[in-house]
């Protein structure tokens, strides 16, 4: 389970479940299984706190800007 956190003001954003190894490109909604602080405005998921963008919302996933955010956390293994 990831710790999704805003690179600029360190905010919890939300929990996610990631599966494998690789890099976090996307973020499946159905995966998230809490939310802290966020906002959508305009399509566009933002940090509650400082206004940071996060990522693009699209129907069933999110496209994460890999230079604003941080995670913590270990992922889970196929």
Do not use: P
């Amino acid at each position: 389970m990831l710790t999704i956190k805003c690179s600029k003001c360190k905010n919890k954003l939300f929990k996610y479940k990631k599966i494998g190894k690789g890099k976090v490109l996307r973020c499946w909604r159905s995966k998230i299984t809490r939310v802290y602080d966020t906002t959508v405005e305009d399509n566009h998921l933002k940090c509650g706190n400082c206004g940071n963008v996060i990522g693009e919302v699209n129907n069933k996933k999110i496209d994460m800007n890999s230079s604003s955010f941080t995670y913590s956390g270990t992922k889970i293994e196929k």
